[in-house]
Nanobody, 125 residues
């Protein structure tokens, strides 16, 4: 199984970025997909998740109305559209796959089965 995250970079405050995470070696459409982020010296925090069909999405309060998660099951890819970025959004962003049986626990990183390598997002003020 491989999750390959991409799309991070350096952006000014107020800007936008779109992260992608391409999956291989797993039945992508059977998994919840999530994004987490981790700033230096801090814990890995839940950002957002999406159900296998894409019909349900979940967001941390801190990113509601700012970030949008989506998926393309035909391309085995999940996306994270990040708008109105703030310096406090600076972190390494990780995509992860969660088995459907654990779907209700989408905020818990310990229950995710597979992780991508992370992509760095840096927002300058």
């Amino acid at each position: 199984v491989q999750l390959q995250a991409s799309g991070g970079g350096l952006v000014q405050a107020g800007g936008s970025l779109r992260l992608s995470c391409a999956a291989s070696g797993m039945p992508f459409s059977s998994f919840y997909m999530g994004w987490f982020r981790q700033a230096p010296g801090k814990e890995r925090d839940f950002v957002t998740a999406i159900s296998p069909s894409g019909g349900s999405t979940y967001y941390a309060d801190s990113v509601k109305e700012q970030f949008t998660i989506s998926r393309d099951n035909a391309k085995n890819t999940v996306f994270l559209q990040m708008n109105s970025l703030k310096p406090e959004d600076t972190a390494a962003y990780y995509c992860a796959a969660l088995a459907s049986r654990n779907g209700r626990y989408y905020t818990n990183p310990l229950l995710y089965s597979y992780w991508g390598q992370g992509t760095q997002v840096t927002v300058s003020s």
